[in-house]
């Protein structure tokens, strides 16, 4: 994922270090952060990537800085695709 954002020519940073620990994509484009969370489950309907970006308040170190969207995606390591995807304003879960 990594790769395909910085080919594309997106200011991106992998682990992005906050005070709450490190994010693991965060992508800045027209004046919009992208947090993205990974998260690697055993079957399908397991964890919730969006869920732990939330909890780990990854929004505070961008706050002012522009619209934030948050994005979770969890990958099957058995299948070895994409589980679940979810997005979501930062926002938007305030309201």
């Known amino acids: 994922m990594y790769c395909y954002f910085v080919t594309l020519g997106l200011d ?12 693991d994509m965060t992508v800045r484009l027209n004046g919009r952060v992208f947090i993205i ?3 690697v489950v055993e079957q399908e309907g397991d964890g919730n990537a ?8 990854y929004t505070d170190k961008y706050t002012g800085q522009g619209e934030i969207w948050l994005i979770g995606a969890s990958f099957s390591s058995e299948t070895r695709n994409i589980t679940a995807f979810d ?5 938007d879960e305030r309201s």
């Open 37 to 39: 969370g990974f998260k």
């Open 50 to 57: 969006l869920a732990q970006v939330k909890a780990k308040g």
């Open 87 to 91: 997005r979501q304003r930062a926002e």
């Open 12 to 23: 991106v940073t992998a682990e992005d270090t906050t005070g709450h620990g490190r994010i």
